[in-house]
Protein backbone atom coordinates (compact mmCIF):
# COMPACT_ATOMS: atom_id res chain seq x y z
CA UNK A 1 0.00 0.00 0.00
CA UNK A 2 1.14 3.36 -1.05
CA UNK A 3 0.73 6.41 1.27
CA UNK A 4 -1.01 9.27 -0.87
CA UNK A 5 1.74 11.48 -1.64
CA UNK A 6 -0.25 14.80 -0.05
CA UNK A 7 -0.79 13.19 3.29
CA UNK A 8 2.31 10.93 3.30
CA UNK A 9 3.40 13.15 6.34
CA UNK A 10 1.41 11.73 8.66
CA UNK A 11 3.16 9.60 11.50
CA UNK A 12 0.26 6.22 10.94
CA UNK A 13 2.38 5.76 7.69
CA UNK A 14 5.59 5.18 9.27
CA UNK A 15 4.65 4.07 12.61
CA UNK A 16 1.17 1.77 12.06
CA UNK A 17 0.97 1.09 8.18
CA UNK A 18 3.55 -1.29 8.23
CA UNK A 19 1.97 -3.36 10.68
CA UNK A 20 -1.36 -3.63 8.98
CA UNK A 21 0.30 -4.06 5.75
CA UNK A 22 1.64 -7.11 7.03
CA UNK A 23 -1.40 -8.16 8.61
CA UNK A 24 -2.95 -7.96 4.95
CA UNK A 25 -0.48 -9.47 3.31
CA UNK A 26 -1.49 -12.45 0.87
CA UNK A 27 -5.14 -12.19 1.52
CA UNK A 28 -7.06 -12.35 -1.46
CA UNK A 29 -10.38 -11.37 0.74
CA UNK A 30 -9.60 -7.75 1.40
CA UNK A 31 -11.74 -5.26 0.02
CA UNK A 32 -11.69 -2.93 -1.30
CA UNK A 33 -8.40 -3.85 -3.42
CA UNK A 34 -5.20 -2.78 -2.50
CA UNK A 35 -4.65 0.14 -5.42
CA UNK A 36 -7.94 1.55 -3.74
CA UNK A 37 -7.76 1.98 -0.33
CA UNK A 38 -6.35 5.39 -0.52
CA UNK A 39 -8.64 6.63 -3.04
CA UNK A 40 -10.31 9.04 -1.22
CA UNK A 41 -7.20 10.56 0.33
CA UNK A 42 -5.49 11.15 -2.99
CA UNK A 43 -8.58 12.31 -4.50
CA UNK A 44 -7.92 15.48 -2.27
CA UNK A 45 -5.28 16.78 -0.81
CA UNK A 46 -5.52 18.56 2.62
CA UNK A 47 -5.62 21.95 1.41
CA UNK A 48 -8.41 21.29 -1.37
CA UNK A 49 -10.52 19.64 1.42
CA UNK A 50 -14.00 21.57 2.45
CA UNK A 51 -16.08 19.16 3.19
CA UNK A 52 -14.92 15.76 5.17
CA UNK A 53 -17.90 12.99 5.39
CA UNK A 54 -16.98 10.83 7.68
CA UNK A 55 -18.24 6.55 6.97
CA UNK A 56 -17.53 3.74 9.18
CA UNK A 57 -15.54 1.16 6.61
CA UNK A 58 -15.63 -0.12 3.03
CA UNK A 59 -19.21 -2.00 1.70
CA UNK A 60 -18.16 -5.90 2.62
CA UNK A 61 -19.96 -7.06 -0.61
CA UNK A 62 -17.60 -7.50 -3.14
CA UNK A 63 -17.50 -5.36 -6.31
CA UNK A 64 -19.14 -2.60 -4.26
CA UNK A 65 -16.20 -0.69 -2.23
CA UNK A 66 -13.85 1.42 -4.30
CA UNK A 67 -12.41 3.66 -1.67
CA UNK A 68 -14.43 6.82 -1.58
CA UNK A 69 -17.07 6.17 1.73
CA UNK A 70 -20.59 5.51 0.80
CA UNK A 71 -20.04 5.55 -2.95
CA UNK A 72 -19.93 2.84 -5.56
CA UNK A 73 -18.96 2.17 -9.00
CA UNK A 74 -21.69 3.59 -11.61
CA UNK A 75 -22.93 0.24 -12.54
CA UNK A 76 -23.56 -0.84 -9.34
CA UNK A 77 -27.41 -0.90 -7.51
CA UNK A 78 -27.19 1.41 -4.59
CA UNK A 79 -26.91 0.09 -1.42
CA UNK A 80 -29.17 0.72 1.26
CA UNK A 81 -27.61 3.57 3.00
CA UNK A 82 -26.82 5.45 -0.05
CA UNK A 83 -30.33 4.93 -1.21
CA UNK A 84 -31.36 6.51 1.73
CA UNK A 85 -28.95 9.19 1.64
CA UNK A 86 -30.20 10.19 -2.21
CA UNK A 87 -33.79 10.26 -0.56
CA UNK A 88 -32.82 12.47 1.76
CA UNK A 89 -30.88 14.79 -0.76
CA UNK A 90 -34.02 14.78 -2.87
CA UNK A 91 -35.93 15.95 0.05
CA UNK A 92 -33.30 18.83 0.32
CA UNK A 93 -32.53 19.80 -2.85
CA UNK A 94 -35.04 18.27 -5.32
CA UNK A 95 -32.91 15.76 -7.01
CA UNK A 96 -29.87 12.84 -6.53
CA UNK A 97 -27.04 11.95 -8.73
CA UNK A 98 -27.55 9.37 -11.46
CA UNK A 99 -26.02 6.28 -9.60
CA UNK A 100 -23.88 5.86 -7.16
CA UNK A 101 -20.49 6.92 -7.65
CA UNK A 102 -19.45 9.78 -5.92
CA UNK A 103 -16.09 11.02 -7.18
CA UNK A 104 -17.13 13.71 -8.45
CA UNK A 105 -17.56 15.38 -4.86
CA UNK A 106 -14.15 14.60 -4.30
CA UNK A 107 -13.47 16.60 -7.44
CA UNK A 108 -14.70 19.30 -5.40
CA UNK A 109 -13.14 19.07 -1.91
CA UNK A 110 -15.30 16.50 -0.02
CA UNK A 111 -13.01 13.95 1.86
CA UNK A 112 -15.21 10.52 1.81
CA UNK A 113 -13.29 8.54 4.55
CA UNK A 114 -13.99 5.74 6.44
CA UNK A 115 -12.49 5.24 9.36
CA UNK A 116 -11.23 1.71 8.46
CA UNK A 117 -10.19 1.40 4.89
CA UNK A 118 -10.27 -2.47 4.36
CA UNK A 119 -12.81 -4.78 5.43
CA UNK A 120 -12.72 -8.33 4.57
CA UNK A 121 -15.65 -9.44 2.13
CA UNK A 122 -18.48 -10.45 3.70
CA UNK A 123 -18.03 -9.47 7.62
CA UNK A 124 -18.79 -5.86 7.97
CA UNK A 125 -16.80 -4.10 10.70
CA UNK A 126 -13.90 -6.97 9.95
CA UNK A 127 -11.18 -4.38 10.30
CA UNK A 128 -12.68 -2.13 13.04
CA UNK A 129 -9.83 -2.54 15.33
CA UNK A 130 -6.77 -2.46 12.94
CA UNK A 131 -5.29 0.00 13.28
CA UNK A 132 -7.02 1.89 10.29
CA UNK A 133 -8.70 4.69 13.09
CA UNK A 134 -5.08 5.79 14.15
CA UNK A 135 -5.48 7.60 10.43
CA UNK A 136 -8.99 8.97 11.04
CA UNK A 137 -7.54 10.99 14.12
CA UNK A 138 -4.94 12.13 12.37
CA UNK A 139 -6.63 13.35 9.39
CA UNK A 140 -9.08 14.97 11.70
CA UNK A 141 -5.97 16.74 13.49
CA UNK A 142 -4.66 18.14 10.19
CA UNK A 143 -8.01 19.02 8.60
CA UNK A 144 -8.60 21.35 12.15
CA UNK A 145 -6.14 23.66 11.01
CA UNK A 146 -8.59 26.07 9.29
CA UNK A 147 -12.53 26.11 9.00
CA UNK A 148 -14.26 23.27 7.71
CA UNK A 149 -17.37 21.25 7.31
CA UNK A 150 -17.63 17.93 8.66
CA UNK A 151 -20.42 15.62 8.36
CA UNK A 152 -20.55 12.84 11.27
CA UNK A 153 -23.49 10.36 10.61
CA UNK A 154 -24.14 7.83 13.23
CA UNK A 155 -22.57 7.18 16.63
CA UNK A 156 -19.25 5.65 15.48
CA UNK A 157 -18.58 8.97 13.34
CA UNK A 158 -19.48 10.83 16.29
CA UNK A 159 -16.80 9.46 18.22
CA UNK A 160 -14.01 10.93 16.54
CA UNK A 161 -15.73 14.31 17.07
CA UNK A 162 -13.24 15.01 19.80
CA UNK A 163 -10.94 14.99 16.90
CA UNK A 164 -11.90 18.41 15.24
CA UNK A 165 -9.91 20.98 17.14
CA UNK A 166 -10.08 24.67 16.77
CA UNK A 167 -12.98 26.83 15.98
CA UNK A 168 -15.42 28.03 13.48
CA UNK A 169 -15.99 24.68 12.19
CA UNK A 170 -19.46 23.40 10.92
CA UNK A 171 -19.94 19.96 12.79
CA UNK A 172 -23.29 17.62 11.87
CA UNK A 173 -24.29 15.10 13.74
CA UNK A 174 -27.34 13.04 13.13
CA UNK A 175 -28.56 9.77 13.14
CA UNK A 176 -26.67 7.18 10.53
CA UNK A 177 -27.95 6.78 6.59
CA UNK A 178 -28.99 2.48 7.47
CA UNK A 179 -32.04 1.06 7.47
CA UNK A 180 -31.96 0.79 11.37
CA UNK A 181 -31.45 4.20 11.82
CA UNK A 182 -31.98 6.71 9.39
CA UNK A 183 -35.53 7.65 10.42
CA UNK A 184 -34.08 8.34 14.01
CA UNK A 185 -32.96 11.74 12.93
CA UNK A 186 -30.96 11.33 9.38
CA UNK A 187 -34.28 12.39 7.41
CA UNK A 188 -34.91 15.79 7.46
CA UNK A 189 -31.61 17.00 8.79
CA UNK A 190 -31.02 18.50 5.45
CA UNK A 191 -27.32 18.37 5.76
CA UNK A 192 -26.27 19.09 1.77
CA UNK A 193 -27.85 22.94 1.68
CA UNK A 194 -26.72 23.80 5.61
CA UNK A 195 -23.60 22.56 4.65
CA UNK A 196 -23.83 25.17 1.34
CA UNK A 197 -25.42 27.80 3.09
CA UNK A 198 -22.47 27.69 5.31
CA UNK A 199 -19.58 27.50 2.71
CA UNK A 200 -21.19 30.67 1.52
CA UNK A 201 -20.57 32.17 4.89
CA UNK A 202 -17.08 31.19 4.49
CA UNK A 203 -17.04 32.64 0.89
CA UNK A 204 -16.63 29.43 -0.85
CA UNK A 205 -18.11 28.25 -3.50
CA UNK A 206 -21.09 25.16 -2.70
CA UNK A 207 -21.15 21.95 -3.25
CA UNK A 208 -22.68 20.66 -6.61
CA UNK A 209 -24.26 17.54 -4.52
CA UNK A 210 -26.81 16.21 -7.73
CA UNK A 211 -24.54 16.48 -10.60
CA UNK A 212 -27.06 18.19 -12.37
CA UNK A 213 -25.69 21.32 -14.59
CA UNK A 214 -26.03 24.73 -12.96
Not at 99 to 112: P, S, Y
Request: aromatic fraction near 8%; proline fraction near 9%; charged fraction near 20%.
Amino acid sequence: MTPPESWSHLPFFVQDLPRIAADLAGRADILPPDAQRFAAMEACAPDEVKVVILGQDPYPTPGHAHGFAFSVAPDVALPRSLNNIYKEMTDDLGSCPANGDLRFWADQGVLLLNTALTVPAGQAGGHARLGWSELTRQVLHTLSDRPRAFLLWGKHAQGFARDIRGEGHLVLQTAHPSPLSARRGFFGSRPFSRINDWLKTQGAAPINWTGEAP
